[in-house]
């Protein structure tokens, strides 16, 4: 926490939590490896403080290590008057004990601050803060503070407050605007019931201008690897420039000609996405009084009986940090392409976490809003969950990449079909514990591992898949509906003006909702899905147990394609549309032109030579359709919906439908020969620029990288930073798709 103390309307804007509306002039790491190294600028102009953190761990011993964090500050306007006050604080939330052992005083405490605990997890271990030596501090504490010392106190529920109400002179109230950080600052007491041990303590620096401090954690038994303040930055240098070597080495990006602005561009994309990596843990609210193969009595989407689940826990990015800090069903597959070329392993383990979530059933909740402090962050009528709605199954794409990293590497090298269960996946460093950059892909160089990691996953992918395919059924024959087989799908969970189960919200469909509509993106999406399961079931079927899955689907997919022609393509307006139900019960075509159209392409799912193919590339160069200087927009700007109501799905450019669109281009129809090679290569070559350059300006003009981008102006809009798919620009960069 810190606040500007120069000023008495600084105590008013104290930074905690992130939230976009704060004011700072751009914030978010600029490097981190996700595992042991970390940076982290905030550029607070309200404050004019620029914070620089950084983070080491030093693994070792039984309970994980050292870890260490240096804030530094620096005032943005040196010439103007600048006083910061910095609180951090330590807490423990579970059993588990750590007292002070730094001499106490009412004046504070001197430097290094000590702290010594011990918890059933991380055993004995010490904290300490250490300041800089160049520190300056104001000299005129309150009472006898010494402001040059740390201020202290072991809780802080309105503390400063109180404190600061407590020593304002009822006939001085002018020197209180006038030296602020006199006033609002920890009272150097410990206050502690009968039988109470205190959780959590607070400490507060008061700085003149530039300052830097050190906060180090030392667990008991890492003997061979103590961290001091020295040695700090020492590690901090050296994980530096391995960040920079392995970035490099995985994206190419100088390589590929972009300027050094692009690079640092480039690392600050991923190390957000990394940096919003959290763990998360409780109850969420599951409303279960609908049968889940019961069609929609209304369409309201109003909870009847919500109840709370049993705790729950998942590891997972999130979107934003400020504004959507938990885990979305739809988000995470994307997320998943980016980490998976980063860092392989941490990416499975985000993938096991989620998949662990399906249910006996099948079913996963599209939002994963655990706990209360998740809960405080969404509106009530958003925190229910529906066991019968479904959100797209993106997953499944970074699944197929991990899968394509797996037989590519392992077909190159000639280790296909080989015993590898006697390798040695882990190496250890020159210090004798293990090697993080090693354990970024023991599960992609250990063709056991991985296979077996498909073994594990796939029994839950298959009852999703199931799930999928019971309740989210679409009706044929009541609606009139003629078709070679019986795969059709629609979204439950429908309201009126909205489909948000599947992930386009506002996206125009059929009016008013009925349990009559078919919806293209989802047929897409079940054929998309079902190839996948039979790519993994051939790669993990070392008995011939799955044969009977894979025939499976491969007649299922062939059956879904069949379907989505007869079904979702219309001659007249050449496109893959939506299916509702006409006032005489039968079912007609809806067709609003925009991402829900280019979903066939973008998957793949259709022949490089099939004419349709050529109809959706028209579509998307078509400057009146798709087409912007900035991004495919999400709606044709010839669509009457295009640009109304609420303006989310209808019109605004996202990045994750637009690198979908070039994955498509790129791995389906630039490289194979076809009447529409050319085409797909020019469209391909000019939509990455367009892409690359709004969101790189736009970083460059706010700080931050956002939820979507104007179709006309290119400006970015509503929530910042959002570092969840945006970030796949880093990958349209490096061209990894």
């Known amino acids: ?39 982290q600028k905030l550029n607070d102009q309200p404050s004019n403080i620029e914070l620089t953190t950084e983070f080491i761990k030093v693994p070792g011993g039984e309970h994980g290590g050292d870890w260490g964090v240096r804030i530094h500050g620096k005032p943005i306007h040196p010439q103007a008057p600048s006083t910061t006050s910095v609180i951090f604080y330590f807490g423990l939330e579970g059993e588990g004990s750590m007292d002070i052992v730094s001499r106490l005083s009412s004046k504070g ?119 001091t303040s020295e040695t700090l930055g020492q590690w901090l240098a050296v994980r530096e420039k391995d960040f920079d070597t392995r970035f490099d080495a995985t994206f190419g990006l100088q390589e590929k000609g972009f300027s050094k602005e692009h690079v640092e561009f480039g690392k600050s994309l991923l190390s957000n996405l990394v940096g919003g990596i959290g763990y998360f843990h409780g109850s969420s609210v599951v409303d279960r009084s609908h049968p889940p193969m019961q069609d929609e009595e209304s369409f309201a989407g109003e909870p009847i009986r919500p109840q709370l689940t049993p705790p729950q826990t998942l590891f997972t990015p999130t979107p934003s940090r400020s504004f959507f800090p938990r885990g979305f069903y739809w988000d995470e597959g994307f997320h998943q392409l980016l980490l998976g070329n980063w860092d392989n392993d941490l990416s499975l383990n985000v993938i096991q976490s989620w998949v662990s ?14 706990g209360e402090e998740a809960r405080s962050k969404v509106p009530a009528e958003f925190q229910t969950q529906f066991p019968h709605y479904a959100n797209p199954p993106t997953l499944y794409l970074a699944i197929k990449r991990f899968v394509d990293r797996l037989l590519h590497k392992h077909q190159r090298s000639g280790l296909m079909g080989m015993d590898m269960s006697s390798s040695q996946p882990f190496a250890k460093s020159e210090g004798g514990v293990l090697d993080d950059a090693h354990l970024t892909s023991v599960y992609l160089d250990n063709f056991a591992l ?21 309740t989210q059924r679409g009706h044929l024959q009541q609606f009139g509906r003629v078709a070679p087989n019986t795969e059709a799908y629609r979204w439950r969970g429908r309201t009126p003006e909205h489909a948000l189960t599947s992930g386009l919200d506002d996206y125009p469909r059929g009016e008013p909702p009925n349990i009559g509509e078919l919806h293209a993106d989802l047929m ?42 007869t079904l979702h393509w219309s001659e007249l307006h050449q496109a893959f549309c939506d299916q509702t139900i006409n006032e005489a019960g039968y ?25 349709k193919l050529g109809a959706i590339l028209d579509m ?3 400057e009146d359709e798709l087409w912007s200087p900035h991004g495919l927009r999400s709606l044709s700007a010839s669509d009457p919906f295009y640009n109304t109501g609420e303006v989310y799905w209808r019109g605004p450019i996202w990045i994750n439908i637009n690198y979908l669109t070039l994955q498509g281009l790129y791995n389906n129809y630039m490289h194979v020969p076809g009447p529409y090679q050319e085409q797909a290569t020019a469209i391909y070559t000019k939509l990455r620029d367009n892409v690359i350059n709004t969101v790189f300006s736009e970083y460059q003009r706010t700080g931050y990288v956002f939820e979507q981008y104007n179709d006309v102006n290119g400006q970015g809009q509503r929530i910042h930073p959002f570092t969840g798919w945006t970030t796949l620009v880093l990958l349209m960069m490096a061209e990894k798709y």
């Open 620 to 622: 998307i160069q078509d």
């Open 357 to 370: 979530a399906i249910d006996e059933n099948g079913w996963v909740a599209r939002e994963q809003i655990l």
């Open 587 to 611: 079912g007609v075509h809806v067709c609003h032109k925009g991402y829900l159209s280019v979903f066939p392409m973008a998957l793949g799912l259709l022949p490089a030579d099939s004419p």
């Open 524 to 565: 897409s999406w079940m054929a998309f899905a079902t190839q996948l399961l039979k790519d993994i079931a051939i790669a993990i079927d070392d008995d011939g147990s799955l044969e009977k899955d894979i025939d499976e689907y491969a007649r299922i997919k062939d059956d879904m394609l069949a379907n989505l022609e």
């Open 109 to 227: 405490l001197s430097t290094p601050v000590k702290i010594e605990g011990d918890t059933p997890d991380l055993g004995d271990f010490e904290v300490q803060l250490i300041d800089g030596l160049l520190n300056q501090h104001p000299r005129d504490g309150s009472g006898d503070q010494d402001l040059a010392k740390t201020q202290w106190v072991h809780v802080l529920h309105e503390h400063l407050l109180q404190s600061a109400r407590g020593k304002v002179d009822p006939n001085d109230q002018q020197d209180l605007f006038a030296s602020p950080h006199k006033y609002f600052t920890l009272e150097n007491r410990l206050v502690e019931e009968d039988g109470d041990v205190a959780n959590l303590y607070a400490f507060q620096k008061v700085f003149h201008g530039e300052f830097q401090f050190d906060v180090i954690y030392r667990s008991a038994d890492a003997k061979d690897t103590e961290l």
């Open 450 to 470: 991985g296979q077996d990691w498909l073994k594990s996953v796939y029994p839950h992918l298959r009852r999703n898949w199931q799930w999928f395919r019971q």
């Open 1 to 39: 926490m810190w606040f500007d103390a120069t000023h008495f309307q600084g105590f008013q804007r104290m930074r905690h939590a992130c939230e976009q509306n704060d004011g700072l002039a751009g914030y978010g790491y600029q490097k981190h490896d996700g595992r042991s190294f970390a940076v």
